[in-house]
């Protein structure tokens, strides 16, 4: 089968290495990928890998590409592509309806486009998540007084799509009252931010789940976590993510039932009865809150992607044993009951390493030295790029990630830890502290 996977970083770059590692993929093409897919033909010798300078949202460009190379199935990675409705885009043409798009409609992938709708649905289905009010620059006045009926820390968000930077969590009244004042009358988001949603603060446990639905049914994918602040102990301006673990040790099945039977099971319930069944990822960012009552953890939204998680898919990938490319033709299919999906038991862990300046202004273009030398641990390339004389040079803000499998989160912590101090470039940085509130979790339970 002839596979056109979209996106060019880390996640595409772990979801390559799954779709080219099934016996049923022939060609794999990547569009546009990094350096990371370019390098993959020397590793999977049945399949033919090549990137291809496409743009993940030029449908017309995607449509010529699809019909030149004769793919059948068209596995979507980012976001973006999803929102403007790129499933919509292939059902509307008539050489195209039968190509298999892996992703969810233009309607289902409002559930990130827009937080609003997000909330809304949630609201809808009573699925549990904090309360909220939605605002525009018309209404901000209203937005102000509502911030000062909350306790603080406040949380602001771009009710749009802000490449992961729109979510703000503010100290002081004061901070909040000027960000939203910023967000609504200066567009500090561009378009994203036109409306805002403000939310109570929750406090409690991040995690992130993920499910893979064919619009009746779903898998429950691992479960990850992920660290998005550029500092250490979860300090400084928030990221795409510096690194991840999986599974999460808390996310017992106890935890995990409840999640199944609040949130999943009345999402994948909720969107085939509304008319927009949904297949493809569903990524629900979760907070497990203390009970006061049971001093059980219960799970709420914070929020819903339309895609898996980067770089939560550089520790959840990795550990997917079955055959994904068979995966998804049953998502297409409509019939994902009919398969099993294996999963390795060990941990996964995940360091990213960015370049210096990240997520504020930073360069590009600097030699990366060392990855021959990496051993026993998996790459993913993130924002990377050869060069004409065959350097392979960063070209982003985050640039590759190291990940490792092994029996415990310790080990795998060390072994990654190990692997990416053999890399460097000039300005290269990670956080050192991955897993470290997991890890101090586990021994004082």
């Not at 779709?19 to 569009?31: D, E, G, I, Q, T």
């Not at 319930?269 to 953890?297: C, D, R, S």
Request: proline residues 5%; glycine residues 8%.
């Amino acid at each position: 089968m002839n596979i056109l996977l979209l996106g060019s970083g880390g996640r595409e770059h772990a979801m390559a290495c799954q779709l080219a590692a099934s016996p049923r993929c022939s060609h794999l093409y990547v569009a546009p990928g990094n350096a990371g897919t370019a390098a993959m033909a020397n590793h999977y010798g049945q399949t033919s890998i090549q990137n291809i300078d496409i743009p993940p949202t030029d449908f017309k460009a995607i449509h010529a590409c699809v019909l030149k190379y004769g793919i059948e199935m068209v596995v979507v990675g980012p976001e973006a592509p999803l929102v403007a409705g790129i499933r919509d885009y292939f059902e509307s043409q008539p050489l195209l309806r039968n190509v298999m798009v892996i992703g969810p409609s233009k309607q289902c992938a409002q559930l990130e486009g827009s937080k609003d709708y997000a909330k809304d649905f949630m609201r809808r289905h009573n699925i549990p998540t904090a309360a909220y009010r939605t605002f525009t620059a018309d209404t901000l006045n209203d937005g102000i007084a509502f911030l000062h009926t909350l306790k603080p820390p406040y949380v602001l968000k771009a009710d749009g799509l802000a490449a992961g930077k729109g979510v703000l969590i503010l100290p002081t009244i004061e901070e909040a009252e000027r960000e939203l004042t910023a967000m609504l009358k200066d567009a500090k988001f561009g378009e994203a931010s036109a409306k805002v949603v403000i939310e109570e603060y929750l406090s409690g446990i991040e995690l992130s789940v993920f499910v893979l639905a064919d619009g009746k049914h779903y898998k429950l994918l691992p479960t990850a976590k992920d660290y998005k602040r550029i500092g250490e102990g979860d300090t400084g301006l928030n990221t795409g993510g510096m690194g991840s673990i999986s599974p999460v040790h808390f996310a017992d099945k106890n935890f995990m039932k409840k999640v199944e039977e609040r949130i999943v099971i009345p999402t994948v319930k909720g969107l085939f009865q509304e008319g927009t069944p949904y297949k493809g990822f569903i990524f629900v960012g979760l907070m497990a809150v203390a009970n006061n009552t049971t001093g059980e953890l219960d799970p709420y939204v914070i929020e819903y992607n339309v895609r898996m998680g980067d770089p939560e898919t550089e520790s959840v990938f990795p550990r997917i044993m079955s055959d994904m490319v068979d995966l998804f033709e049953h998502v297409w299919n409509g019939n994902l009951q009919q398969t099993s999906l294996e999963i390795d038991p060990r941990t996964a862990a995940c360091v990213m390493a960015v370049a210096e300046g990240y997520p504020e202004h930073y360069e590009k273009g600097r030699p990366i030295k060392g990855l021959a030398q990496v051993n026993d641990s998996l790459v993913f390339h993130a924002g990377t790029r050869i060069s004409s004389d065959d350097q392979v040079l960063t070209n982003g803000g985050r640039v590759l990630c190291v990940t490792t499998l092994a029996n415990s989160m310790p080990e795998a912590l060390l072994k990654s830890y190990q692997e990416i101090s053999k890399i460097s470039w000039d300005g290269m940085y990670y956080r050192r502290d991955i897993g470290q509130d997991l890890l101090k979790m586990i021994v004082t339970k």
